[in-house]
T-cell receptor
Framework: RKEVEQDPGPFNVPEGATVAFNCTYS??????FFWYRQDCRKEPKLLMS???SGNEDGRFTAQLNRASQYISLLIRDSKLSDSATYLC??????????FGTGTSLTVIP | DADVTQTPRNRITKTGKRIMLECSQT?????MYWYRQDPGLGLRLIYY???????NKGEISDGYSVSRQAQAKFSLSLESAIPNQTALYFC????????????FGPGTRLTVL
């Protein structure tokens, strides 16, 4: 079983829509969680860390549910520039980072 | 200037050749990582290093070796390249800490014929 699993999508949404991605992790000892954004053929870049209390950064909201071992990313008022692949990441001790395969998002005009 | 650089950015080589991918960073981070990315498989860890004297195998280290020449430099070698090592390779760095994020280089696209 993979450490981190994501629905690969693709998600095709109109501009202005709200879209949510979920990700599950298998290691209950995981302590740190992140969402990364990756544009086609480019390097992943940190979008946001995910905290137990949930956190928000502008149009982006991340949530962590430890009991069910999943994290989520909500994007409100989608922009064309949000089109990318979103990678879910879990780390148990900070030593290794486990990446999901990514969820593809296309925002349509 | 980029904080994490990789050379070469693109490389085409033949089966059986030895090839080295290099990574340098100016972020002052102790931790460095090498990943490969394949379509549908996501990023998979090859090797990681927490300092110059610390080297650890990741999920898929077979067929690869690494060298941490200095805090700022971490090289990945393919001892005898094979076609299924064709992939996008990323180097990443991270600080030490409870919640540490990774910073990636621009990637090296390697094709083994």
């Amino acid at each position: 079983r993979k450490e981190v699993e994501q629905d690969p999508g693709p998600f095709n949404v109109p501009e202005g829509a709200t879209v949510a991605f979920n990700c599950t992790y298998s290691n209950s000892a995981s302590q740190s969680f992140f969402w990364y954004r990756q544009d086609c053929r480019k390097e992943p870049k940190l979008l946001m860390s995910v905290y137990s209390s949930g956190n928000e950064d502008g149009r982006f909201t991340a949530q962590l549910n430890r009991a069910s071992q999943y994290i989520s990313l909500l994007i409100r008022d989608s922009k064309l520039s949000d089109s990318a692949t979103y990678l879910c990441v879990a780390s148990s001790t900070g030593n290794q980072f486990y990446f999901g395969t990514g969820t593809s998002l296309t925002v349509i005009p | 200037d980029a904080d994490v650089t990789q050379t070469p950015r693109n490389r085409i080589t033949k089966t059986g050749k030895r090839i080295m991918l290099e990574c340098s960073q100016t972020k002052g981070h102790d931790r460095m990582y090498w990943y490969r990315q394949d379509p549908g498989l996501g990023l998979r860890l090859i090797y990681y290093s927490f300092d110059v004297k610390d080297i650890n195998k990741g999920e898929i280290s077979d067929g690869y070796s690494v060298s941490r020449q200095a805090q700022a430099k971490f090289s990945l070698s393919l001892e005898s390249a094979i076609p299924n090592q064709t992939a996008l390779y990323f180097c990443a760095t991270a600080t030490s800490g409870i919640v540490d994020t990774q910073y990636f280089g621009p990637g090296t696209r390697l094709t083994v014929l």
